[in-house]
């Protein structure tokens, strides 16, 4: 499977679908526009679907694990070994994601993209393991350019196989400590806006912890330069294995004509690393929520994108997505199944 060919493959929304559903949007027993945000998601998913009458049957959330070695330096709350006891957690169905991805109808699929663990998973984790966490950025770049390049090959891998599955709805999170500090590099990079401007907490750092977090990530691109040009550059140097991996799935899910649910600051930073390689990706994302971490809102503004939550959360996992995949779907319900004016014999504004 070659990324350019992938990239390539990915069509620009079909502009006849939308106005199609927008056309019957208002005809539907409402004034126009009373449905908000609701109208512009199934007007985008007519486009992404190439259909007027888009359905969402089935949905999935990728939670994306890995581990980072810039952990070394102090900038997390929690030590590393905590990355592989969610995986752990993810498996036995007890997380968050879990919960939320049982409420919502969605497989949840775990995915192993660099956990710093030699631990047998059980069967339901799925592995793509590239290497056992990224390098110490401070002291190194974080990957080698082949293994970015093979992360996001394997999250598009996976991205397809769902859509080849059945999945017509996929969401992206992740877990990994210390992937805040590779998030907040990455969104310094690509949106110029300072480090501190964009550098949060992440599990709950005091004011001291986040200070020394705001000076490694300085100096990680003041030693790494990386090229905010060059997309792949950019995640070798700061990036993580998750965020690669992520990454790839929206390009994937994208090449299919699926949309892509993205969750909070972490999976926001990987639709920066895939609308850098694949500009057209962007049309299929959706945002589904704005996360408390400072540096998400900067994402979202930099990708034009608006969240469809803000419920000050700032867990990852997927969750925020899995949350907004009922809203979605409610969108598509809407459009198909409400009443025009004509049908239920209701006159319009204009008497009609």
Request: one cysteine or more; hydrophobic letters at 40%; a neutral charge.
């Amino acid at each position: 499977m070659d990324i350019t060919i992938l990239i390539g493959s990915i069509k620009p929304l079909d502009a006849k679908s939308q106005e199609q559903a927008r056309i019957r949007q208002d005809s539907l027993t409402k004034p126009k526009g009373s449905l908000g945000r609701l109208e512009d998601l199934s007007i985008q998913l007519a486009g992404i679907y190439r259909t007027a009458a888009p359905k969402i049957k089935k949905k999935a959330i990728f939670t994306m694990a890995a581990d980072h070695g810039v952990c070394a330096e102090g900038v997390s709350a929690y030590p590393s070994e905590v990355t592989a006891q969610m995986v752990l957690n993810f498996a036995s169905g007890g997380a968050a994601i879990n919960v939320l991805g049982r409420h919502v109808g969605a497989d949840v699929i775990t995915v192993d993209m660099g956990v710093a663990s030699d631990m047998s998973w059980p069967s339901s984790i799925v592995s793509r393991k590239v290497r056992k966490g990224t390098r110490n950025m401070m002291r190194e770049p974080a990957m080698t350019s082949s293994e970015a390049s093979d992360a996001i090959m394997h999250g598009a891998e996976l991205g397809i196989n769902a859509v080849e599955n059945g999945y017509d709805l996929i969401g992206i999170g992740d877990m990994g400590i210390g992937n805040t500090t590779a998030a907040s590099a990455l969104t310094a990079v690509f949106t110029g806006r300072p480090v501190a401007e964009v550098t949060g907490r992440g599990t709950g750092l005091d004011e001291d912890g986040l200070q020394k977090k705001i000076k490694v990530i300085e100096e990680v691109i003041n030693l790494r330069r990386p090229d905010p040009k060059r997309p792949l550059d950019v995640l070798q140097r700061v990036g993580g294995l998750e965020i690669a991996g992520m990454a790839g799935v929206i390009i994937g899910a994208a090449s299919k004509g699926v949309p892509i649910v993205l969750d909070g600051f972490i999976s926001s930073s990987s639709a920066l690393i895939a609308a850098g390689l694949a500009p057209e990706s962007k049309s299929y994302m959706i945002a589904s929520h704005r996360s408390v971490e400072k540096g998400h809102r900067a994402i979202l503004d930099y990708l034009g994108l608006e969240p469809i939550l803000d419920l000050r959360m700032r867990l990852g996992e997927g969750t925020g997505a899995a949350l907004a995949m009922n809203i979605i779907e409610a969108s598509c319900k809407i459009l198909n199944e409400m009443a025009t004016f004509e049908s239920a014999g209701v006159s319009n504004k204009d008497g009609g």
